[in-house]
């Protein structure tokens, strides 16, 4: 695709998404993630009242585009109406009246506890259970139909954990904004600084650390176990000896193979990989953690309360308090919305894609099983069927295009450039904290760091003080996963929250997009990695291989040589 043209999608700015997908999106996952994407945005901002009606999102020669659609502003608006007619309009238009109303019942009423109870008493229950019994099918043994029918149960499976995981955006992000945001103002402190308050309290982001352990607990007492992991037998032959171990050997491996194994690993795409197509470096994570290399984690925030407490006016600590109380409680939501959700229900389709891909690459239809992610749903099963279309060439000629194209190809935005959010102080009081949660946690999410790097250093935003040095492992693809080594330094435009599977091997992590709160930095928080995220150019100036020293603390990395 020589030669591209980038028209806007429709009237209004259109923003390039590049902080969870930085290469085109399969057809596949178009079809599966755009309406699941809004529904679940649309139902979490309605139901916290949020002034923000939805976030669509648009296809741009596979490339992500968004529209943020304020409540009470028309279709397309690029520009914001004059203060005083936006003063106007917060009183009189009643759609946005009553997401006022809405806004100032979820803040007194801390409307994600409710929400939280029902994540975890229901959704997150009901996720697992359905992700054990799709994974309890084996696609290989299915016939042509039956797969057919197991697919479409793996598609309504995406559908449901995409609009849970974004139907819980407010549930986290609204009383950890509006902490970070009042704290901000309080103590004169920058956001990294207070984030150290969370240290600890989002123990899924440390991925599977605990089946790790129970794994290595298992191996102590199982010298034979023990011997063949060290063994130069092949990786995947290994993996299945152990998990066809009787007792506590076969039940440590089968768990962990299950949260660590059937996970996406390399994005959020079925066109990306799960960690069991790896076997190699699922064997790798494994010995590292039987030798003792498995970090024990980061310093729980509670050991920073007192110091930025310290901080706090007198008048404001009680509202402190309450509000970090508050904020600690959803903060796990953050990661947990993903990797007990999409995380695995992406993988689960991916299986059945790949098992379909292999019988069309036997029945010659295409060229490798793994670019059957590049048919949609409907193709897919026409191929399987019979149909000849899309053919072969044109199935390859998609996979290269997405492999071999980045975002850095597209416009930052199309249409006219996008309008900044309103002023705090332009709301009415009521809601001013609402408001400035919603801009606090978009900016931290998202902005990246903006002091430039040059030949010897890059610059990005600080995440976890310390510093390592170490070698350079530059990720660009998939292929790349499979040479990280224990001790690598990870460099990567971006990553999911599946990255978190890599943690014992990694003595750092160096990332171009995000900001303190992208997956990347949270899941350095939590296992106390140096790490410097949103640093923009650092997969275009540390090459693979290249010694370099990762300074947490100051945002920086200095090649070494």
């Not at 199935?395 to 935005?413: E, K």
């Amino acid at each position: 695709m020589e030669n591209l043209e980038f028209e806007a999608p429709g009237p209004g700015s259109w923003t390039l998404e590049t902080v969870h997908f930085n290469r085109p999106i399969s057809l596949y996952a178009k079809d599966m993630f755009f309406d699941a994407l809004m529904e679940g945005m649309n139902q979490s901002n309605e139901h916290y009242g949020s002034p923000l009606a939805s976030l669509e999102f648009r296809s741009v020669n596979r490339l992500m585009y968004n529209q943020p659609r304020p409540v009470g502003a028309p279709e397309g608006a690029t520009d914001l109406p004059p203060k005083w007619l936006f003063k106007i309009i917060q009183f009189l238009h009643p759609a946005v009246r009553k997401r006022r109303n809405r806004a100032k019942w979820a803040l007194k009423t801390k409307a994600w506890r409710k929400d939280i109870e029902l994540w975890d008493n229901a959704i997150k229950p009901g996720v697992l259970a359905r992700a054990a019994e799709i994974r309890a099918v084996d696609p290989a043994a299915l016939d042509d139909e039956d797969l057919i029918a197991h697919l479409k149960e793996c598609d309504e499976f995406i559908h449901r954990t995409v609009v849970n995981h974004h139907r819980f955006n407010n549930t986290f992000g609204l009383p950890l904004g509006d902490f970070m945001y009042q704290s901000i103002g309080w103590t004169g402190l920058p956001a990294g600084e207070l984030l150290r308050l969370f240290e600890g309290y989002s123990e899924v982001s440390r991925g599977s650390m605990g089946d790790l352990q129970a794994l290595r607990d298992a191996l102590g007492n199982d010298p034979e176990m023990t011997a063949l992991i060290q063994s130069d037998e092949p990786s995947e032959e290994i993996l299945k000896k152990l998990q066809k171990r009787n007792g506590a050997v076969g039940e440590a491996i089968n768990a962990y193979i299950n949260s660590a194994g059937y996970c996406m690993l390399t994005g959020y795409d079925v066109a990306d990989m799960m960690a069991i197509e790896s076997p190699d470096t699922l064997l790798k994570l494994i010995r590292t953690a039987i030798q003792g290399g498995a970090q024990e984690g980061a310093l729980a925030g509670d050991k920073a309360t007192s110091e930025i407490r310290a901080k706090v006016p007198d008048e404001h600590l009680d509202l402190f308090d309450e509000m970090l109380t508050e904020a600690r409680l959803a903060y796990r939501m953050r990661d947990e919305r993903g990797y007990y959700g999409d995380a695995m229900s992406v993988a689960l389709a991916r299986r059945a894609i790949l098992e379909m891909g292999r019988r069309l690459t036997e029945r010659g239809l295409i060229k490798d099983p793994i670019e059957a992610p590049e048919a949609t749903h409907e193709e897919l099963v026409g191929l399987l069927r019979g149909a000849s279309e899309p053919s072969a060439d044109e199935l390859h000629a998609r996979s290269q295009y997405r492999l071999n194209t980045t975002v850095d190809i597209a416009p930052p935005f199309l249409g006219p450039e996008p309008t900044p959010m309103p002023p705090v102080e332009w709301f009415p009081k009521s809601v001013r904290r609402f408001q400035g949660a919603v801009i606090i946690i978009f900016k931290l999410m998202f902005e990246s760091g903006n002091a430039k790097s040059d030949d010897n250093v890059v610059r990005g935003l600080g995440v976890y003080p310390g510093t390592y040095e170490g070698p350079a492992r530059l990720i660009d693809g998939i292929e790349d996963f499979e040479k990280i080594e224990e001790g690598d330094v990870l460099v990567a435009r971006t990553t999911s929250p599946s990255i978190n599977v890599f943690l014992p091997l990694l003595g750092a992590m160096v990332v171009d997009r995000g900001g303190l709160l992208s997956h990347a930095a949270i899941v350095a928080r939590e296992y106390g990695l140096p790490a410097v995220v949103g640093c923009g150019d650092a997969t275009e100036r540390l090459s693979d291989g290249m010694r370099v020293r990762v300074d947490g603390e100051k945002g920086e990395v200095c090649v070494l040589d």
